[in-house]
Nanobody, 124 residues
Framework: QVELVEYGGGLVQAGGSLRLSCALS????????MAWFRRTPGQEREFVAF????????FYTDSVRGRFTISRDNDNSRLYLQMNYLQPEDTAMYYC?????????????????WGQGTQVTVSS
């Protein structure tokens, strides 16, 4: 089993920054691909950013490209999301996700393990 715990959410004014962290643990963790997703009330979970095992493949959804940066620290089993120039439309519950395989994907169904989420609220 793999456990993921997100940290770093909060309330920030538009134009501000937050850094989300995700800590992974568990004997089943193989250090493969990971991603961030987000969900607003009444909406489906939306892909935000993907990173492969050695950070060689990284991509973002269009709405955050240039503002958000995904990164990872494999030695310490950590995933990060640096969010700059936050806007009210970025308000959501943010989830980190991990998968058994390293192939690139933005589909929620391809990820095997999920955290409980951390709330990000951006005020105008």
């Amino acid at each position: 089993q793999v456990e993921l715990v997100e940290y770093g959410g909060g309330l920030v004014q538009a134009g501000g920054s937050l850094r989300l962290s995700c800590a992974l643990s568990g004997r089943s963790w193989t250090g493969s691909a990971m991603a961030w997703f987000r969900r607003t009330p009444g909406q489906e979970r939306e892909f935000v950013a993907f990173i492969s095992r050695l950070s060689r493949t990284i991509f973002y959804t269009d709405s955050v490209r240039g503002r958000f940066t995904i990164s990872r620290d494999n030695d310490n089993s950590r995933l990060y999301l640096q969010m700059n120039y936050l806007q009210p439309e970025d308000t959501a519950m943010y989830y980190c996700a991990a998968r058994r395989y390293n192939g690139a994907t933005s589909h929620e169904k391809d990820f095997d393990w999920w955290g409980q989420g951390t709330q990000v609220t951006v005020s105008s």
